[in-house]
DNA sequence: CGCAATTACTTTGCGCGCAACGAATATTGG
DNA sequence: CCAATATTCGTTGCGCGCAAAGTAATTGCG
């Protein structure tokens, strides 16, 4: 790398496409992160990630998982699942084995170490609550409004993969 | 790794958390991941990724940027910027170099043939809203809704910061 | 002026996410 | 029953995203 000249270039012209911070996949982007990174200092103290936390979540629903189920609900494959969930399981907090009935599956299910963890957790998504500070309604409407998308998302892109 | 038994543990008990696939923070997540899965297939012929393809767009709204910039529009920091602008001078796009005036600053020019990806990329905007296929009308109040959203999370992000 | 604080960037390490490839088990069709 | 196919999971490689620590240049203050 070399230092430069004190010009600048001539911009690149008219714009025909929309400024990067008024799209709507940016506004999305920059929201999700935001919002993990609020995540961040309270789930800290837990030892748990942002993505261990859904899991976790999941398994505290359910009290035992297969792997498939995460990756259905969360929309995780398993080349983020497994290393994941073997970290969770170092940590303690989780057993994996295979199901007997079907030696490809693998069960997860919650430790005695997983099940006390819930109790710390119960305050995050009311803490959450109080720093994002939307009205209740404009709060549901958003999250209602992002489910929508999700599923037109999806299927758009199935669309695409049947015909074309 | 063992085989495990074929009863089911008890469930976790009664359920204070909200169910993971009902939270605001897991909808913003799924639908990010979602979109920006759709746009990978539009970007594999430019050979970008998602994150390279929203600095491009910068540059080609403003021909020239100093890193600083890029960090406060798209909210990264140098430790992901530094890496992603070295593949992309290497890949021809850009040139960085020290601004002679400030030697601690970077600026970051398009190349001739970063200037011209844009012509291949003028497509994919509209090509993602045909996949999407929400009214004009409910697009827009998600975007500016989730603008909303993160506006109020950094806010309160900085008002943890400074008093607690 | 001198020196502490600040700014702009780089580097390292780690945990996702995802594609591509591969292995093992289960299911289905002939 | 056997072979082809599908399902479930694992591994590898790469590019983010972020924290923490470090470097070099600039600014601000007494």
Redesign the pocket.
């Known amino acids: 790398?070399v230092t430069m000249p004190d010009r600048s270039p001539a911009p690149a012209g008219d714009f025909p496409l929309p400024a990067v911070d008024e799209q709507m996949c940016f506004a999305l982007y920059a929201a999700s992160?935001a919002v993990?990174?609020l995540y961040?200092p309270l789930l800290e103290p837990l030892g748990l990630?942002y993505?261990?936390y859904l899991v976790m979540m999941l398994l505290w629903e359910r009290g035992e998982c297969?792997?498939?189920d995460f990756?259905s609900v969360l929309?995780?494959?398993?080349?983020?699942l497994?290393?994941?969930l073997k970290?969770l399981e170092v940590r303690g907090l989780l057993h994996?084995g295979r199901d007997p009935?079907?030696?490809?599956?693998?069960r997860v299910v919650l430790t005695d170490e997983g099940r006390r963890l819930r109790e710390r957790a119960e305050g995050i998504p009311e803490a959450i609550g109080r720093v994002i500070d939307l009205p209740e309604e404009e709060f549901e409407a958003t999250r209602l409004a992002l489910r929508r998308l999700t599923a037109n998302v999806l299927a758009g892109e199935a669309r695409l993969h049947e015909d074309g």
């Open positions: 790398m992160r993990v990174n961040r990630t993505p261990q297969w792997v498939k990756g929309q995780l494959d398993y080349g983020t497994t290393p994941l970290r994996r009935r079907d030696e490809r599956s693998v």
